[in-house]
C-alpha cells in the first residue's frame, strides 16, 4: 500500500480522494524501539539482524508506526509499507538461513521525492506531478535497494527542490523536529526531518545550492554532497542539471560513508557521472587529524553571520587546532558574487528542464481549455507555485535574446573564478571550515515575503555547487534557543575519504549527542 499524505492538492489527504495508505499491522511498539530507531547506526542494524537479536519486521514496523504517529511533521508525502515490510521479511528469512546480508541489511532509508521509483508516486513536492507513477527508478535509491536496504516512502521537499525552508511544497510544510513552529530547512527538509525524528536511519537528498547540507545544520543531522559527478543522477527530477547532486542525511559521519559507499560510481545511464574510481569510504574514516590543514576563509565570517553560530563554529575549528590539525588563512575572493551568479545559472537551467511539464504527456491537466495554448498555459498557471513560477521568469529573462550575454554568460565566466577559488585555497589547505547556515532555525513564514533574503538563507553553501566540490555538514553545538548548529566542511574534487576522515575527526571531538525531544510531545 502507498499512503498519500498533505494537504491541499487534488489528490492527497483533504481533497475528497481516497487515500492509499492502510493501517500497519498493529503491534506494539516500545520505547525502547523509538530509541533504536534514532540510535542504532547501519552497522549495528546488519550485525543484531545477522545475530538474530533483532528483526528487520520489527525494526521496520516500528518505523511506519513512528511515521504516523509523526505525522504533524508532514515529513512523508507518501508512504511504502507494504513493499518496506515485504522487502525487511525477505532480510530476515535471508538471515536465518544464514546467507550473507549485503551491506546496509534492514537500514530504514527514506527518499526525497524529486527521485523516482517504479509505480511509486512521484510529486517533487508539486501539483503539476501530483499522480505522477514512474516506469523506472533511480540508480541511487536501486543501489541502495540491492545493498539491502529498506524505502519506507517517499519525503515531502520544497517544489522541485525549489527553497531553504520547505515551505514551497504544495503538500504542506515540513516542521522542525527540534521546534515544529520553526522550519526543517530546504529543499530536503523531509528528509532532513525524517533522520532527526528517528523516522528513518538515513535518507537521500538532492542538493543544488545547500538542500542537504542546510537543512542538516538546522535539524542537527550529517549530510553530504558529493562531489559534482560522483553519484548518478539518473531518475533525479532535474532543476539544475550543472548543479543537482544526490547525497545521502544520516546521524553520523559513518552512516553517510555507509551509504555513499552504495550509491557511488559510475553509471552509464548519466553522462555526467565520472568514471574517476570511488574510494572505501568507510575505511577511509580511520586515522587521526594530525597535520590536516584546514582552511578557513575571512569571506564567510562577516555580515550576516549569527554570533551564537559564529562562536560554535570557531570552537569546532578550535577542536581541530587541538586535534593536531594546522588552522590556515584561506581566500575565496569571488564569493561575494555566489548569490547573483548562482540565482542565474540555478534559474536559467530550471527555466529550460521545467519547460516539459506542459500538460501533454503526463502529469497535471488543466481542463476546459479551448486552445492548445490556453491548455498549456493554464495548466503551468496551476500546477506551478509561486517559487516555481519565480525561478521561470527570473531563467527566461536570463536567457532571452539580448539578455544571454549579459546575464547567464557572465554568470558563467563568474563560475570559472569561484571554481579557480577553491582550486587556489585547497592549493594550501586539505579542507575548508565554513558555517553551514547563517542562523540557526528560523520560524515558519519568517521569510517568505522576502525572497531575497530567504536566498540568502545559502549564502554559505552555494559555492560549493558552483564548484562542484564535496561539502559535508555536521552538528557542532546548541543555540541558546536549543536548536542544532552546523559546521560545513569542504573537500577537494573526489576527495569525499579525506573530508568524511576530518568530519569524523571532528564529530568524535564534539561529541554532539542532543535529540530533539519535542517530538515526543506530538
Known sequence: MQGCRGAGVQGCRGAGVPQEQGSVESSIIS????????ELSIRTIRERIAARTLSAVELCRAALDRIERLSELNAFITVTADAALARAEQIDRAAASGDPLPPLAGAIIAIKDNMVISGVRTTAGSRILFNYKPPYTATAVER?????????????????AMGSSNENSAYGPVKNPWDAARVPGGSSGGSAVAVAAGMATAALGSDTGGSIRQPASLCGVVGIKPTYGRVSRYGLIAFGSSLDQIGPLANSVEDVARILNSIAGRDSSDSTSSDIETDDYVAALEGDARGLRVGVPRQYYGEGLDPEVRA?????????????????DVGLPHTEYAVPVYYLIATAEASSNLARYDGVRYGFRAEEAPTLKEMYSRTRDQGFGAEVKRRIMLGTYALSAGYYDAYYGKAQKVRSLIESDFRNAFASCDVIATPTSPTPAFRLGEKTDDPLEMYLSDIYTITVNLAGVPGVSLPCGLSSEGLPIGIQLIGRHFDEARLLRAARNLERAIAFNSKPGAVENL
Not at 560554535?312 to 590556515?328: P, R, T
Request: net charge negative; hydrophobic share 45%; aromatic share 8%.
Open 31 to 38: 520505547t525502547e524501539i523509538y530509541l533504536e530507531l534514532r
Open 144 to 160: 541502495l535497494r540491492q545493498a539491502g536496504a529498506i524505502v519506507v516512502g517517499k519525503t515531502n521537499c520544497d517544489e522541485f
Open 312 to 328: 560554535h563554529i570557531e570552537a569546532a575549528i578550535k577542536k581541530f587546532e587541538e586535534m593536531g590539525a594546522e588552522i590556515v
